[in-house]
Each structure stands twice: as C-alpha cells, then as structure tokens.
C-alpha cells in the first residue's frame, strides 16, 4: 500500500530506531568517549541491546511494514555476529592447574562460609579481592588447610599450592589494591598480578565517572609492561567489562578466560542477578581451555573460575 501524499510511510520510526541500533553495534567505536566517557557504559552494556529487538519487532509487525521488519533484520543479524559465539560452550576438558578469582565484599558477613565455598573449587591459585582488617585473618584460617603459601597486602591477597617467591604490593593507588607474585608451578614459573580498580558510578551531572579507574588502571599496564612476564595471569575486579574500551591496554595483552573458554557471558555482579562480567581472569602466555562463574557467596560478586594450559 502506497503511502497518501504527505503522509509519512508505515514503520518509519521503528526503521529508524533498527538502523541506529544496528549503527551502534556495527560501530560502537564511533561513540565518544566522551562527554562523560559514553563510549565506555555503551560498551559495557551493548550485549543488553538484544532487549530492544523483541520491542521494535513487535512494533513493526503491529505497523505491518515490510521496510520496519527488514531494517529489524539488520541489528539482529549484527548481534549474533558480535554475540553469538559467546553463547557457544567453548570449553574443553584439559588444563594444567585451576585458578578461581573472587572480590569478597569487605562487608561480607560469612567469610567462613565463603572460604569454604571457594575451597570446593579445588584450586591451584586463588586470588581475593577487597579484603578487610576484620575479615582477612578469617580468610586466613580457613585457607590454610588447603593453601601452604599465600601472601596478601591491603585489600588483596593470593593463595597458592605451589611456593611464591618476589610477592611484593603494586602501588596503583594510595592504598594496596594490587599485588604480583611468582608461583613455582609444575610447568615452570608463572607471574601472578590480582588487582581491584577503584569502582564508577553513573551520575546524572557527570555521566560514567571512570577517571580513578582509569588512572589505576595506567599504573597497572605501565607496571605489567615493564616486567614483561613471559606467562602471566591477571585477575581481579576491574570494575570494567572486557569490551569497555578503556580496559583495552591490558586486553590487547592478555586473553580474557570467559572469551577464550567459557559459555555465555559470565556476568558476575551483582550477584543476585548479575548483568556485567567485572570480575576478570586474563591469560598471558598460556590459554584458557575452561571457565565458569562458581555458585554465589555472601558477597554482592560471583567468583569466577577457569583451567589454564601452557
């Protein structure tokens, strides 16, 4: 049907909103940074654009146009192709030793039963963030059985069954939210860095404040770069998802675990019903051949697991 002269066709606003959605998938590097750091929190959430396609299907379809339902088409078909790999289970059954990575919650009220969750992992390396004065010698305990060799400063720490040596804190910021260590695995040494980036906020008047984040982040690379371990693993909290473009210094480095092994996306917080993957294990030297996110603690994160080989 043909549309009356000056009269706008069918659909034209539901096109219209399909062909920018499909712009920004296609090119979501064409978003600003800033104001604001926009291009950050688009890259942070683009996995969740998915909800807009049900809508402008079904408002196309209520138009009955054929031009709507075609542009539909383009955003979903750009969607699949950025996230549909990730949906696959990409693991495999081989790996040479297990590393679990968790941020506690320093105002976690069971660190006993959470130390007890982590422990049915099994283990080989186990990294802690944002632990606390009151809550790390109960870490401490608790680990012990399982973990001769551990070493933590501020608010994080590392546990290992293999020996550490050249444990030492990383000063990104005022206080000790980064340390590395070098654990003398079976396969040969591997350099160990767990860290916590400061958290952002999204505010009204300042929009997606990433500037602590982002400053200990440089501070991070800048460390990392320098040491140029052979084989390393990152892992922590980094308040930032392995797509947000800021954390590209360090994913341009290292392998994300939950990219290279996992199945989905493996969101992490908030852990009553997690909608972005914060909590990251990275791979230097070596690959990811499993990951998971483990079953929830008392902390507002899930712990996230992977099997690494070299």
């Not at 054929?66 to 078909?77: E, N, T």
């Not at 293999?162 to 040494?189: E, K, N, Q, V």
């Not at 350099?191 to 009204?204: E, I, N």
Request: hydrophobic letters at 45%.
């Amino acid at each position: 049907m043909t549309a009356a002269p000056g009269k706008r066709p069918r659909g034209t606003l539901t096109t219209a909103c399909a062909v920018l959605l499909a712009a920004v998938l296609a090119r979501p590097e064409l978003i600003p940074t800033a104001p604001g750091h926009l291009g950050s929190l688009t890259d942070t959430l683009l996995p969740w654009t998915v909800l807009a396609l049900p809508a402008l299907l079904a408002a196309a379809l209520l138009r009955r146009s054929r031009a709507a339902l075609a542009a539909v088409a383009l955003p979903l078909v750009l969607w699949l192709t950025a996230f549909g790999g990730t949906l696959t289970d990409k693991s495999a059954p081989d790996g040479d030793l297990t590393v679990v990575s968790h941020n506690v919650n320093q105002d976690n009220p069971d660190p006993q039963g959470t130390a007890r969750g982590l422990l049915a992992a099994h283990a080989d390396i186990l990294a802690l963030e944002e632990l606390s004065p009151e809550t790390a010698p109960a870490y401490e305990r608790a680990l012990a059985p399982a973990y001769r060799h551990h070493f933590h400063q501020g608010t994080v720490g590392i546990w290992s069954v293999y020996p550490l040596h050249d444990a030492r804190s990383l000063p990104i910021m005022p206080w000790s939210r980064a340390l590395r260590a070098t654990a003398d695995t079976p396969h040969g040494p591997l350099t160990v860095y767990v860290a916590h980036l400061p958290s952002v906020r999204v505010t009204p008047t300042a929009g997606f404040t990433t500037a602590a984040r982002d400053e200990a982040l440089r501070r991070l690379t800048n460390r990392i770069r320098a040491e140029n371990a052979p084989r390393s693993l990152l892992l922590g909290d980094f308040n930032g998802t392995a797509d947000d473009r800021a954390l590209r210094p360090l994913t341009s480095r290292f392998t994300s675990a939950q990219a290279t092994a996992g199945a989905g996306f493996g969101f992490t917080w908030p852990s009553g019903f997690p909608v972005v993957r914060i909590d990251q294990i990275l791979v230097e030297g070596g690959r990811a051949t499993s990951a998971w996110t483990l079953p929830a603690t008392r902390s507002d994160h899930l712990p996230v697991a992977a099997t690494i080989t070299f």
